[in-house]
């Protein structure tokens, strides 16, 4: 795990990108010369979107993704909490983060 002078804060893999390919999200890896298809994740549009907040500046922590979710649909942010941090694990155990 990429992990900043905050601990708490989550920052993908530097060669991971998000890429959207008609309705479709996915995750793939890529060098200076090539894209790496071996591994590709495929995201639902709320997990692209948890994706494109860990991307931005420095990372971003669990609570500070759930307030953004709740921002942008209308969830509780207990709930929203629960799903972030589950999707995050999802993502350490893949290697992702």
Same mark, same amino acid.
């Given at each position: 795990m990429?992990i900043?002078a905050?601990?708490?804060?989550?920052v993908?893999?530097? @060669?991971l990108? +998000?890429?959207k390919?008609?309705?479709?999200?996915m995750?793939?890896e /890529?060098?200076?010369?090539?894209v790496?298809?071996?591994?590709?994740y495929?995201?639902n549009e @709320?997990?692209? +979107?948890l994706w494109e907040?860990?991307?931005?500046?420095?990372?971003r /922590?669990p609570?500070?993704l759930?307030e953004?979710l709740c921002?942008?649909?209308?969830?509780?942010?207990e709930?929203?909490l629960h799903?972030v941090?589950?999707?995050?694990?999802?993502?350490?155990?893949m290697g992702l983060?």
């Amino acid at each position: 795990m990429h992990i900043m002078a905050n601990k708490d804060k989550m920052v993908p893999k530097p @060669t991971l990108k +998000l890429r959207k390919i008609g309705s479709k999200y996915m995750i793939v890896e /890529t060098s200076d010369s090539c894209v790496n298809l071996t591994n590709v994740y495929s995201l639902n549009e @709320t997990a692209a +979107l948890l994706w494109e907040m860990l991307c931005r500046e420095d990372g971003r /922590t669990p609570e500070e993704l759930a307030e953004e979710l709740c921002k942008t649909y209308e969830v509780e942010y207990e709930r929203a909490l629960h799903d972030v941090e589950s999707q995050l694990a999802e993502w350490e155990k893949m290697g992702l983060l």
